[in-house]
């Protein structure tokens, strides 16, 4: 009885000792940031499991403030979530943090991080950094891109235009195609028939490209528990059909490389792999056309994809916005990107929210704080947008809210940072922009937009996934409204030149005549059409009949 007592006694001492330690919050030591209640050897991550990581931590900030400290396994990681600090580690402490932590998807997908996003801060990282933004991201050859983004965005429209007014569409599916067409053609100088395989495996990749949700990530030194989980053995995968889709190309590519003077970045960069000053390897070509790819495409769909949800479910600012659109194009055969510059404002849901993770290259201080060497930077840009001390009501869509505001989508002001700031900031921003802001304006000039099977717009789901890049969790599906004359013919209410594939059916030739008015492009006179035929069974026209529809009928009556 009496021993049973003295184990029971010691039982109940060992449950108490536990539970001691398992809920006293941990008082911050001196010189250390604060930080919430830790477990041993898990540190702080039972406070973000169940939570998406990035509304998990920003809760955690809300209690423990805009500079705190978290444990993630043995990670050491601060996290900043007020302009304040972001403005200060990404000015005063830029260099110090412009490393990037080791990750298994920079290993394994990043070509042993020798792209861009996952490279350690030097050299090598910087003379990327510099090609790319030379030969494809500057704001010039941005603005070349623009005939190509028009391309594209027309064939979108008219892509949906052909599955028929009030039919819903996985509107996620078209938006990311036409990003990656727009991607694949500045990069690579013309569209590549992989597209669709290197789109959804790079969106794989993103996915498990989370920073703490999996046991490499929090337990990095402990090689021999990544095999447990299965992340390795799943990137690794990715990265072999990665792999091959990106030899794919680059050997298309080769066999039809352009003249010196209309290089497209992979020229240039297959031209250094014989340079001396950059000598670069096939790997490491193949891990920055990754990076374009999988930095580029997913960012700028994902932001079009969170603006339209946020747009239907705020219907007044989808018909003002509508409304300027129309105004402003009036008349216009084609939307061009000086007339929307200034009407689409920049309620923009940043696609990283986190950012990419930083780490410390030298111990530093921070407000006093000491901060070792390799510890972790989150820059909590969606706790930062929410940031009450600096937005009003910042849970709620208000786009207007950026009229006349000095603050700047490029982050000056530090409050609003969807492309991050300092020495890593996206390098990509102007053409992200430009690839953000033209498709959007189309999708909301040529269609009104509703939920499909009546559903009311504020049902529409709107929770994120959890990856490098915050995804919607459901697809976008949405019922496109135009003014449908001859369903299904790829005709609709656009005023634009094109070359249409003209109906057969006699019926459908009256209803052209009947609902449209046509002329010629570039105001030519209808004597000027050249009528040559090509010879062959049936006398066709030898050139394409490009026709621009009036105004229709239809709208005027
Ligand atoms: C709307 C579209 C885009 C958004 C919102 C966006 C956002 C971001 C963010 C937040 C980062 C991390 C910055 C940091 O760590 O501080 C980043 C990095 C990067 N982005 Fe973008 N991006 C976009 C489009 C693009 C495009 C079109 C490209 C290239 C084709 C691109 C290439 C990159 C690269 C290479 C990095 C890594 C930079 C480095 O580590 O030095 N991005 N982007």
């Known amino acids: 009885m009496e021993a049973i007592s003295v184990i029971g006694f010691a039982i109940a001492l060992f449950i108490f000792f536990i539970f001691k330690l398992l809920i006293t919050p941990s008082k911050p030591k001196k010189n250390q940031l604060p930080e919430p209640w830790r477990i041993p050897i898990i540190g702080h991550m039972h406070h973000l499991i169940g939570t998406i990581p990035h509304r998990g931590v920003t809760e955690l900030a809300r209690k423990y403030g805009p500079l705190m400290h978290l444990q993630l396994g043995e990670v050491s990681t601060i996290v900043v979530s007020s302009p304040r600090w972001a403005k200060e580690i990404l000015t005063t402490h830029d260099i110090t943090f412009a490393d990037r932590p080791e990750t298994l998807t920079g290993e394994i997908v990043g070509y042993h991080n020798t792209d861009i996003v996952f490279a350690p801060y030097g050299e090598y990282w910087r003379q990327l950094r510099k090609i790319c933004t030379l030969e494809l991201l500057n704001t010039k050859k941005v603005k070349s891109f623009q005939t190509l983004r028009n391309e594209e965005c027309w064939s979108t429209v008219n892509e949906i235009k052909a599955l028929g007014s009030g039919k819903p569409i996985d509107l996620s599916k078209c938006i990311s195609k036409l990003i990656a067409r727009i991607i694949s053609r500045a990069t690579f100088g013309k569209g590549i028939k992989e597209e669709r395989v290197f789109t959804e495996t790079v969106r794989e990749a993103i996915e498990l490209t989370g920073g703490f949700d999996d046991i490499a990530d929090i337990f990095p030194s402990k090689k021999f528990l990544h095999h447990l989980s ?135 201080e921070i407000n006093g704080y000491n901060i070792a060497n390799k510890t972790k930077l989150l820059v909590n840009v969606f706790g930062i947008n929410r940031d009450p001390e600096y937005w009003k009501d910042p849970e709620s869509f208000i786009p207007e809210r950026f009229e006349n505001s000095p603050i700047n989508i490029m982050g000056s002001e530090y409050e609003y940072l969807p492309f991050g700031g300092g020495r890593r900031m996206c390098p990509g921003a102007s053409m992200g922009l430009a690839n953000v802001e033209l498709p959007l304006a189309n999708l909301l000039y040529y269609f009104d937009w509703k939920l499909p099977n009546g559903t009311s717009h504020d049902e529409l789901d709107m929770t994120e996934l959890f990856g490098a890049v915050a995804q919607r969790k459901t697809k976008l599906v949405l019922v496109p409204m135009f003014q449908d004359i001859m369903d299904g013919s790829g005709l609709g209410s656009n005023k634009n030149p094109a070359t249409w594939e003209l109906p057969s059916r006699i019926d459908n030739w009256l209803i052209c005549c009947y609902y449209f008015d046509w002329k010629l492009p570039n105001d030519s006179k209808g004597e000027d059409l050249d009528m040559v035929e090509v010879f062959g069974a049936s006398v066709q026209r030898k050139n394409e009949l490009h026709m621009v529809l009036e105004p229709y009928r239809f709208s005027q009556n």
């Open 230 to 364: 299965g992340k390795r053995a799943k990137l690794t995968k990715i990265q072999k059909k990665l792999d091959k889709v990106i030899d794919n190309i680059i050997s298309n590519h080769s066999g039809s490389r352009s003249s010196s003077s209309r290089e497209c970045l992979l020229d240039v960069l297959l031209r250094h792999k014989d340079e001396a000053e950059l000598p670069l390897t096939s790997d490491n070509v193949k891990a920055v056309i990754f990076d374009m790819f999988a930095a580029g495409t997913d960012t700028s769909s994902v932001v079009i994809e969170w603006a339209i949800s946020e747009l239907i479910r705020c219907p007044r600012v989808m018909k003002e916005l509508q409304a300027k659109l129309r105004e402003a194009v009036k008349g216009k055969e084609r939307i061009e990107e000086e007339d929307i510059q200034d009407l689409i404002n920049y309620e923009v849901t940043p696609p990283l929210p986190l950012l990419m993770p930083r780490e410390c290259r030298e111990p530093c």
